[in-house]
């Protein structure tokens, strides 16, 4: 890293679910889903169309394969991002992290 460079680190639960809220609240229809490909729009008005297997409490844990239309995708979904393989987007540098909790006791 150069000197004015950092590798920042999150607790991915604490802020996926924190996105997730904000999302929700902003007036987002949140899906619980697994990400599996994107079609691109075929003309400038049209629609992304998401491929996704669903996990909701209509497939009882065995998920269904579906589609959704939408104007807008945030690829937020980490270093080995499917959004970003999904449109090709190409090799970016990255660094591999490992963060570890350990319970340390009182007399310690």
Known sequence: LKPHEYIGMVRREV????????????????LNGLFLKMDMPKAPNSPYVLHYTSYDSKTNGAGEKRTL???????????????????????????????ERIKISDDK
């Open 69 to 99: 239309e939408v104007d807008a995708v945030i690829g937020a979904d980490g270093a080995n991002s499917r959004v970003a393989k999904s449109i090709n987007a190409g090799d970016y540098e990255y660094a591999i992290a490992f963060q």
């Open 15 to 30: 802020l996926d679910a924190y996105l997730r809220d904000r999302a929700a609240e902003a007036g987002a229809s949140v």
